[in-house]
């Protein structure tokens, strides 16, 4: 082990001990707020506890953002790089803890799902934007919705379906892949669709639901991109039977090809 895995080894122990230190302290004052309104045994306070209590879980979670996106993530990560990094190796490590520090507050907030349109429309949004995401007026993220804050960007007036996932990171061939995700204005995204990096969706375009967009595809301005028509590959059968039939004439690159 040399200096450098030993000193992101530090830096990804600090980063995780100090983000489960701020997260318990962030929900004290809700804690100890509950706690006082149980207390005063008061009915018309238990009248307004939920209404209370979505009030200071927002205000713990505001405090957690700001704690861990200004000061423990500058302190203990690097900044995020697009580029290809060795899956094993330390950096990518340190760039892919930094890309998923968002999924905790985007967690947290699906509690509060119950509240129609608020949560998708503004709070994750708002939160979100402490992390790097860039989002413009009036867009809206379905329940559910995966995406990577810090190197995503949307326009105005766009629709993200439930489900949907906006990747700015993808494993290949033992690599780790990191690209922005550009989104125009007015783009609709159905549901369970999944955006790769590097992809660029220009203004007015739509993605079908469970479409599958590859890495840096940059569909153009009001196109349609929807999924392809889904075909049963019978790879196994076909092998068992040539391997049965001795005498087949078809080559091995003949049945790779005739499978697929």
């Known amino acids: ?14 980063y995780f001990s100090l983000t489960a230190l701020v997260f318990i302290v962030s929900f004290v004052p809700m804690t100890y707020g509950l706690f006082v309104i149980i207390e005063n045994h008061d009915w018309m306070i238990y ?9 200071l879980y927002l205000v713990s979670c505001l405090i957690f ?8 993530i500058p302190l203990t990560l690097p900044s995020l790089k697009p580029g290809s990094y060795e899956l094993d190796s330390m ?8 890309l998923y520090a968002d999924k905790i507050i985007q967690h947290l907030l699906r509690v509060l799902n119950f509240i129609p349109f ?3 429309k503004y709070l994750i949004i708002f939160f979100c934007k402490f992390y790097g995401l860039k989002v413009g007026r009036n867009c809206y993220l379905s329940t559910t919705v995966h995406f990577d804050s810090a190197l995503l960007e949307i326009g105005e007036d766009c629709f993200i379906g439930l ?3 906006l990747s700015c990171h ?22 369970k669709a999944i955006v790769t990096p590097g992809v660029v969706i220009e203004d ?15 569909i153009k301005k009001d196109q349609i991109y929807v999924a392809t028509t889904p075909r049963v590959l019978e790879k196994r059968r076909v092998q068992q039977e040539i391997e049965e039939d001795s005498s087949s004439p078809l080559s091995k690159d003949q049945l790779e090809k005739f499978a697929l």
């Open 1 to 14: 082990m040399n200096i450098s895995e030993i000193i992101g080894y530090v830096r990804l122990f600090s």
């Open 47 to 55: 009248l307004f506890l939920p209404l209370v209590f979505v009030g």
């Open 65 to 72: 953002v700001v704690i861990h996106s200004k000061i423990i």
């Open 91 to 98: 950096e990518a490590r340190l760039q892919g803890v930094r």
């Open 118 to 120: 608020v949560n998708q």
């Open 163 to 165: 489900d949907a996932v």
């Open 170 to 191: 993808i494993t290949e061939s033992r690599r780790l892949y990191i690209n922005r995700v550009i989104i125009g204005n007015n783009v609709t995204i159905g549901g």
């Open 204 to 218: 007015g375009a739509i993605v079908g639901a469970h479409a599958f967009v590859p890495k840096n595809l940059r």
